[in-house]
């Protein structure tokens, strides 16, 4: 009986610890999360997995980016991944592609407030992160697009990285060839960057 007694002790004592501390964080991005240019394992997701697993080792982190994706097609995809995943935290990489394609703002606000919505409603904590674009899109549109990650930031209260590629695009040695992707030498800066604020949801 004793045996019993201490064997559900243990496995209650494990199980809370689990809950409290540990759990998954979904990255849902493009191809700058996606690794693009190099292999996964030095991509930004993969140092933060390296970094979780020193500092917060419950955590785990599934990468969910796709190469080319658009708001669009990460709302398709995002209630098959919620499912499956379960995740604790949706970091949210998603609108590059949107941009660089000159979609329109209203379409792409909608899609990321949906995914947004669709992710606190599973219970999901929420890291959104902000995106740029080249000044040769014009002033309207670029300010209309930046405003989109603040806007739904404040909007639904969730933390928020303004640009996840801060310090990096402007560098050339930190850019590859396309102009667009970060290099294997970025992708430290890149976590620094989203680190300090993911850290606050855990």
């Not at 201490?6 to 964080?25: K, M, Q, Y």
């Not at 979780?52 to 658009?70: D, F, I, K, M």
């Not at 919505?117 to 599973?122: G, H, R």
């Not at 990285?161 to 850019?175: E, H, Y």
Request: with cysteine; glycine share 10%.
């Amino acid at each position: 009986m004793l045996r019993l007694i201490t064997l559900f002790i243990t496995l209650l004592c494990h199980s809370t610890g689990t809950f409290a501390n540990g759990g998954t964080i979904l990255v849902y991005g493009d191809s700058i999360s996606a690794a693009y240019g190099m292999n996964q394992e030095q991509g930004w997701v993969s140092l933060l997995s390296e970094r979780l697993n020193t500092e917060h080792p419950g955590y785990r982190v599934v990468n969910a980016s796709v190469s080319g994706e658009t708001t669009g097609g990460g709302l398709t995809r995002l209630p098959k991944s919620l499912s499956l995943h379960q995740p604790d935290v949706l970091v949210l990489e998603l609108g590059g592609n949107d941009g660089l394609r000159g979609y329109p703002i209203d379409k792409i606000r909608g899609n990321l407030d949906a995914m947004i919505q669709q992710s606190k409603e599973a219970g999901t904590r929420v890291l959104l992160i902000g995106m740029v674009l080249p000044p040769n899109y014009g002033r309207r549109y670029i300010t209309a697009f930046e405003q989109i990650f603040t806007d739904l930031a404040n909007l639904h209260q969730v933390p928020f990285v303004p640009f996840l590629l801060n310090g990096v695009a402007t560098t050339r040695d930190l850019v590859q060839r396309d102009g667009i992707h970060p290099t294997v030498d970025a992708q430290p800066m890149i976590l620094e960057d989203v680190y300090p604020v993911l850290e606050s949801l855990l």
